[in-house]
């Protein structure tokens, strides 16, 4: 148990679905993360926020929308995606964006497009 | 963001030391070393970094080379419970810091 808690776990949704992932994080930091992971690659950072604000959007297509609304949750919102957006969404905390402090991860959401 | 190099994999028999090796011949006087290893399918774990002195904590020890260009994460009595892929991750402490992940070293640990 890291503290950072997603839901759901696993995931099954059509190319004309919209669904969302959540993220909580019960330790109090400030910036959330997300990340993707294909099968066989190495993790992929989406997108930051520090403090609420989104500070970082790594090139993400649009069909991936996030949400903070409050420094403990964030959310990705998923409309039409591709068969090749399956993978493991992981979402990670931080005390905040700088510093020598520590990122914990959830255990990450599977994510199969059909 | 200074770039490391890592083995892609290593052997190690249970109740030994893992020793696991890290390049990062670029980092920069700014820049922290972290470890991180992912067990099959789940979240990243935290394990230890550290700057520039030798780091230990319950679950490894860090060793930094003097002039920073190198480290090496031991596991210092290795279990079947320990195989996964271990990431080396050099990470700047300004603003805007994020972990940048690599390919990684998968450690297989066998009886």
């Known amino acids: 148990e890291t503290g950072v808690t997603q839901t759901p776990r696993h995931l099954v949704m059509g190319m004309t679905n919209k669904k969302s992932l959540k993220c909580e994080q019960h330790l109090g930091h400030n910036a959330m993360y997300w990340y993707k992971q294909s099968a066989k690659k190495p993790l992929e950072l989406m997108f930051v926020?520090?403090?609420?604000?989104?500070?970082e959007n790594n090139s993400v297509p649009s069909r991936f929308s996030p949400e903070c609304p409050n420094s403990s949750h964030l959310f990705l919102h998923l409309h039409t995606l591709q068969p090749e957006d399956s993978a493991l969404y992981l979402c990670?905390?931080?005390?905040?964006?700088?510093?020598?402090?520590?990122?914990?991860f959830g255990q990450g959401t599977r994510l199969t497009v059909v | 963001d200074a770039k490391t190099t890592q083995p892609p994999s290593m052997d190690c028999a249970e109740g030994r030391a893992a020793n696991l090796p890290c390049n990062h011949s670029?980092?920069?006087?700014?820049?922290?070393v972290y470890w991180y290893r992912q067990i099959h399918s789940q979240g990243p774990q935290y394990i230890i970094h550290?700057?520039?002195n030798n780091e230990t904590n319950e679950m490894a020890s860090l060793i930094i080379t003097e002039d920073r260009k190198s480290s090496t994460l031991i596991l210092p009595h290795a279990t079947l419970r320990d195989t996964a892929v271990y990431y080396c991750i050099v990470r700047p402490l300004e603003y805007g810091n994020k972990l940048v992940f690599g390919a990684g070293t998968i450690l297989r640990v066998k009886s």
């Open positions: 926020y520090n403090f609420k604000e989104q500070t």
């Open positions: 550290g700057l520039k």
């Open positions: 670029t980092i920069s006087g700014n820049e922290y």
């Open positions: 990670a905390s931080s005390p905040e964006t700088r510093g020598s402090n520590v990122a914990f």
